[in-house]
Antibody, heavy 119, light 110 residues
């Protein structure tokens, strides 16, 4: 059973960089899968942020592309989210997940972590 | 990319059937059979219930049924149970190579 766990600061100041990590257990992140980040602002629906593979292939939401990177660290079996120049609109629960082998769904998710942008 | 449109809430009684709709455009829902549905209980991670419009992952009850017509996908839950009470999210791959989600639907089992 693949397990994912998000970690990182729960508070970030405006204009700074939001950095989260997702540790993958019981599965190698170097396998032929993509890994993704989503977020859910309070009271709103989910939003796809982007996806990356361990080979460096990446896909990002066009609305966030200029501010986001999703690096994969195979030595630590982790992947990360870096979102710069944050504002209050980036306050959300952030989820990491594994992309299905078909590439068209998300089959394992982390529990999510709340990040608040607050000065 | 605009979010897919879902009803904010639906409700049903135990044993009944309900259907949740998910309306997109010809660039997402209507373009591919790549719609998926996720169940989310309060404070929990989303769980994949349906992928590729109508396929169920291993372990998902056949009470959950997915379908699509044109730009609208649907999730039908039959034989409603109290444990089905949750938020349900739809998602679709898009012609731009991105993914888009719906706003989520809160299911109440009364």
């Amino acid at each position: 059973q693949v397990q994912l766990q998000e970690s990182g600061p729960g508070l970030v100041k405006p204009s700074e960089t939001l950095s989260l990590s997702c540790t993958v257990s019981d599965y190698s992140i170097s396998s032929n899968y993509y890994w993704a980040w989503m977020r859910q602002p309070p009271g709103k629906g989910l939003e796809w942020i982007g996806s990356s593979s361990h080979t460096g292939n990446t896909y990002y939401n066009p609305s966030l592309k200029s501010r986001v990177t999703i690096p994969v660290d195979t030595s630590r079996n982790q992947f990360s989210l870096k979102l710069n120049s944050v504002t209050a609109a980036d306050t959300a629960v952030y989820y990491c997940a594994r992309v299905c082998s078909t590439g068209r769904c998300l089959d394992y998710w982390g529990q999510g972590t709340l990040v608040t942008v607050f000065s | 990319q605009s979010a897919l449109t879902q009803p904010a809430s639906v409700s049903g009684s135990p044993g009944q059937s309900i259907t949740i709709s998910c309306t997109g455009t010809s660039s997402d829902v209507g373009a591919y059979d790549y719609v998926s549905w996720y169940q989310q209980h309060p404070g929990k991670a989303p769980k994949l219930m349906i992928y590729d419009v109508s396929y169920r992952p291993s372990g998902i009850s056949n009470r959950f049924y997915g379908s699509k017509s044109g730009n609208t996908a649907s999730l039908t839950i039959s034989g409603l149970q109290v444990g089905d009470e949750a938020d349900y999210h739809c998602s679709s791959y898009t012609s731009s190579g991105n993914w888009v989600f719906g706003g989520g639907t809160k299911l109440a089992v009364l």
